[in-house]
């Protein structure tokens, strides 16, 4: 499915999707995006700043009223609308995200643009369910009533790794509820987010419900986070940015919805399936090049399996083909840019010196060399207090570590600040329910590592955040309850009077 476009053309007007129409800029700072494949600039564009974020919220403001006061039944059609939108776009927004992000194109095809399509059905139905608990006399005078509204203007944060799918898990819950929305992709991967708004445009959302202001985190980021009139701060990255827009959002005390970084242990007993627990430890961390939150990078392997399970995942990396992201045969693209791509090498070049490279641990020469590759690479030998096993590291790279009892394995794993995902390898039902009991994690899968699915929620623990992302659990964040007393009995002076009247009551 390759579908290339001019993006230059595209994107004529500017990368700011304000009330309905794209427009450029106004900080006066230029942005390039690049094709982290090759270099290559695609588009350059002038990045938001405040006076372009103050526009954005007054434009989603402007659209709440009757965004917020649409039936479920209206939004749900219009979010069905929407859905079968980003399906005839599904072309254009995969090779936006794989030239933008160096994603392979059949990670684009199958992965991204598939999940964002369900997500927005999934919301599409999910609208029309919006519950709170059964209305009831609670006290015997009095009628009580759940109303569940949504909250106003919500401004969104997203990072780059997957931009059409940030895209798609922000906004999606948040207008389902009838919320209208600001939303800041990474400066650097602005495009399918641009798409995916005027996707929504063309299946008829009105103006301003959804907007997208392509900025930088510090002045753009800082000023949708503090803004006055944004009710909410939803904000995906990492932990250190994470906790900056919280100190931030406090200020102005706005709800607050955190989706920070990942240090994924994977968990094998030494009564896994090998072959499975290999292949799932190769594709758990490369997915995406490993720049994925919840990807696997702490591999603790049982003593008894430990070798087997090194050489296998060396030899099953080596055969890991890098290469352009439009190939159909490449499995592995580029990193997000060249920064990252040295980011990852320093961690490595930092590790040699305390553990052993067993296999990558190099950037690649030849036709690769103008990109942003980095070889698969596993990592053995190193301390639990280590760098490379207690750092975000968010590349292709995997540190594996032996255990002895099932109690130091199940250790282990808690021993980083995330808690966003972990997997557990076992044949034994009680062995593998025991971790899914004591990992904390947000998720934790079973004999799989990576599976997300639009009825389910995603979302960490510890340093790794608070809410959840997609399926109904997201509403929790998305709105606000309120509670609606009547009085049922018309008596005009109430009992209770007597606690501010006394016998005057
Ligand atoms: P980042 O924290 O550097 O940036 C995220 C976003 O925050 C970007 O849009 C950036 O422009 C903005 N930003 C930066 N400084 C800001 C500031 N001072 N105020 C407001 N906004 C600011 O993260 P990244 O490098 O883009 O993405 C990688 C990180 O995202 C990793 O840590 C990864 O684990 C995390 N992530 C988490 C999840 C999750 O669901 N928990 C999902 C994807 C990525």
Redesign the pocket.
């Known amino acids: 499915m390759d579908h290339r476009f001019d993006v230059t053309e595209r994107f004529a007007e500017g990368a700011q999707f304000i009330a309905g129409s794209l427009r450029g800029g106004t900080s006066g700072r230029t942005q390039p995006v690049v094709d982290p494949a090759t270099g290559e600039q695609v588009y350059s564009y002038e990045l938001a700043g405040p006076a372009d974020v103050d526009a954005a919220v007054e434009a989603a403001q402007g659209a709440f009223a009757e965004w917020g006061g649409a039936t479920p039944g209206e939004r749900s059609d219009a979010l069905h609308r929407f859905a079968a939108a980003l399906a005839e776009d599904a072309a254009d927004l995969a090779f936006a995200e794989s030239l933008n992000c160096g994603k392979p194109i059949k990670l684009s095809t199958e992965f991204d643009v598939p999940g964002s399509i369900d997500n927005a059905a999934f919301f599409a139905g999910a609208a029309r369910h919006l519950e709170g608990k059964a209305a009831g006399e609670y006290s015997a005078d009095h009628t009580s009533v759940i109303r569940r509204e949504p909250i106003g203007v919500v401004g969104s944060?997203?990072?780059?790794?997957?931009p059409l799918q940030?895209a798609a898990w922000k906004v999606l819950p948040a207008v389902a509820a009838g919320n209208t929305i600001v939303l800041?992709?990474?400066?650097i991967t602005p495009l399918t987010s641009l798409l995916f708004a005027q996707a929504a445009q063309r299946a008829g959302l009105p103006d301003g419900v959804i907007n997208i202001v392509s900025g930088?985190?510090?002045d753009a980021?800082?000023r949708?986070?503090g803004h006055p009139d944004v009710r909410m701060t939803s904000?995906?990255?990492?932990?250190?940015?994470?906790k900056?827009?919280a100190e931030?959002a406090t200020g102005t005390v706005k709800r607050l919805h955190l989706?920070?970084?990942?240090k994924a242990p994977f968990v094998v007993f030494d009564d896994a399936d090998l072959e499975a627990a290999v292949h799932g430890a190769v594709a758990g961390a490369l997915i995406n090049t490993g720049?994925?939150?919840t990807a696997a990078t702490r591999a603790y392997v049982q003593r008894p399996l430990y070798d087997a399970f090194v050489s296998g995942v060396a030899d099953l990396m080596a055969t890991v083909r890098l290469g352009d992201p439009f190939d159909p045969s490449t499995d592995l693209g580029p990193l997000i840019s060249h920064a990252q791509r040295d980011r990852v090498a320093g961690f490595v070049d930092r590790a040699r010196g305390y553990a052993t490279v067993v296999t990558g641990g190099e950037i690649p020469g030849g036709e690769l060399a103008k990109g942003a590759y980095y070889r698969p690479t596993l990592i053995a030998g190193a301390a639990q207090d280590s760098e490379i096993v207690q750092s975000?590291i968010?590349g292709p790279v995997l540190v594996v570590l032996p255990f002895d009892s099932d109690d130091e394995g199940i250790a282990l794993a808690n021993d980083t600040p995330y808690g966003?995902a972990a997997s557990a390898w076992s044949r034994d039902v009680y062995r593998a329910g025991r971790a899914t009991r004591e990992i904390n994690a947000g998720c934790v899968w079973v004999n799989d590592h990576i599976p997300i699915i639009s009825e389910m929620p995603?979302?960490?623990a510890k340093a790794?955040?608070f809410g959840k992302?997609m399926s109904a659990y997201s509403f929790e964040e998305y709105t606000q309850v309120k509670h609606v007393m009547y009085d049922n009995t018309a008596v005009v002076r109430k009992d209770w009077h007597r606690t501010v009247f006394g016998d005057r009551a």
């Not at 989706?259 to 990942?262: I, V």
Request: aromatic share 8%.
């Open positions: 944060i997203a990072p780059w790794n997957y940030m800041k992709p990474a400066e930088a985190g510090r980021g800082e949708l986070v904000f995906t990255g990492s932990t250190a940015v994470g900056r827009v931030i989706e920070l970084g990942g720049q994925d939150c975000e968010f966003l995603h979302g960490g790794s955040g992302d």
